[in-house]
Structures are given as structure tokens and as C-alpha cells.
């Protein structure tokens, strides 16, 4: 499968605890982003990676929040002391960055519940 | 933040029936395009539009770029059972991070 690949796809976690998400995209893809949804609303942006560098942060990641793209590849979103808040679909998709042309494809999702 | 509105943000219809629904911002945006989610799944593309008038077909749905290019709409003929889903609009305005509507709720009566 050549898709966009998120792992875990479910974790449930006590409140305290950090949590860490991988992302794996589409390899030929220079970006990479990280969305929130909660339900019954849209996905929310987080973060975004062109290569290996953050290029925007929402205001919505606290500091508790942080992502990586170590190698411009795959990608790791950290939650440290959760909260029962924090409870959601953690959403990753990869596009080719340039010429206009942007289409962004989904991985399947990171279902973190918080108790 | 930018804001996309989407309606309507439910629909009950009957299965054949033609389904209509839009997507209009404050802001013009470059590109716009339109996702299924199925419960518990990822968004999956459905149609990608990048020029104001561009309509684009993908088998039973069409889409449209507005002429204004702050609004989209997303038409599916014939509906069938398994076009049951969030259907949701998303758009670039600088071609950085996409921007997602609300969503519109499919509901299909076989």
C-alpha cells in the first residue's frame, strides 16, 4: 500500500500520560500535515512540514504539543500530559508541495481517547 | 481563523435522488476540493478543482470552482446506498495549509 500510513489507529491513554503518533506519507511527498477532529466538526490544521522544516503552527497546539520530521520522511506528533480535551481523531496528510497543483491525501487517523 | 461554510449540514434523501451541496468562504481561495469520510476513517478526495468556472466530473459527482472563487458546490446524481458520509470542502488560499468546512451529513434511504 502505497498510501498515506498513521500508527497507531486507536490509543487510549490516562490523563498524564504522553502520547506519541507516527505518520508515515505518500514517499514522493515534500509535505506533510497534522490535523485534529473532534465530532461532528471538520479537521482542524495543527502543523505543517515542507521537507524536514515546520513551516506554520496553529495557535491551536499549545506547548504541550510537538511535532517532528526529522528526515523530511516520516513524522512524529507528541502530546505530553495529556488531557481528557486532547480526546480525538489526530488526522496526517501528505501533498506534493509547488506548480499549483495541491491535492492532499488522508491517512486513516489516530484515535486517541483520554480517560 | 478563515472560515468555510458549508451547507446544508444534513440531508435525508431517497436512494436515485440527485444530491447538491456547497461551500462558500470569506476569502478567495486557489483551490478547492472535496473529501468523503466514512465513520471511524480518513478523509478520501474525491474531486480537486484549481480554476475559477472549472467544473470536473469523478463517475456520479461533479464539482465546481465558483466564478467568484469563494464558493464551490459538490452535486452527486443518482444516488446509491454507499454515498453515505460526511461530505467536507477544503481550500488553499496561499497554497500552504488547507482550510475544511463543517461538513454535510449524506443520509441515503434505500
Known amino acids: 500500500d502505497t498510501g498515506v500510513s498513521q500508527d497507531p489507529r486507536h490509543k487510549i491513554t490516562k490523563r498524564g500520560q504522553n502520547v506519541t503518533f507516527r505518520c508515515d506519507p505518500i514517499s514522493e511527498h515534500n509535505r506533510l500535515y497534522w490535523y485534529r477532529q473532534t465530532l461532528g466538526q471538520g479537521p482542524e490544521f495543527l502543523t505543517y512540514?515542507?521537507?524536514?522544516?515546520?513551516?506554520?503552527k496553529s495557535r491551536l497546539l499549545s506547548d504541550r504539543f510537538s511535532a517532528e520530521r526529522p528526515k523530511g520522511s516520516f513524522s512524529t506528533l507528541e502530546i505530553q500530559r495529556t488531557e481528557q480535551g486532547d480526546s480525538a481523531m489526530y488526522l496526517c496528510a501528505s501533498s506534493v508541495a509547488g506548480g499549483g497543483y495541491t491535492e492532499a491525501f488522508f491517512g486513516q487517523g489516530t484515535r486517541l481517547t483520554v480517560v | 481563523g478563515q472560515q468555510l461554510n458549508q451547507s446544508p449540514q444534513s440531508m435525508f434523501i431517497q436512494e436515485g435522488e440527485d444530491v447538491s451541496m456547497n461551500c462558500t468562504s470569506s476569502s478567495i481561495f486557489n483551490t478547492w476540493l472535496w473529501y468523503k469520510q466514512d465513520p471511524g476513517e480518513g478523509p478520501v478526495l474525491l474531486i480537486a478543482l484549481y480554476k475559477a468556472g472549472e467544473l470536473t466530473s469523478n463517475g456520479r459527482l461533479t464539482a465546481q470552482f465558483g466564478i467568484t472563487r469563494k464558493d464551490s458546490f459538490l452535486n452527486i446524481s443518482a444516488s446509491i446506498p454507499s454515498d453515505v458520509g460526511i461530505y467536507f470542502c477544503?481550500?488553499?488560499?496561499?497554497?500552504?495549509?488547507?482550510?475544511f468546512g463543517s461538513g454535510t451529513k449524506l443520509n441515503v434511504k434505500p
Open positions: 512540514f515542507q521537507n524536514e522544516a515546520q513551516l506554520e
Open positions: 477544503a481550500g488553499h488560499i496561499n497554497f500552504n495549509k488547507f482550510y
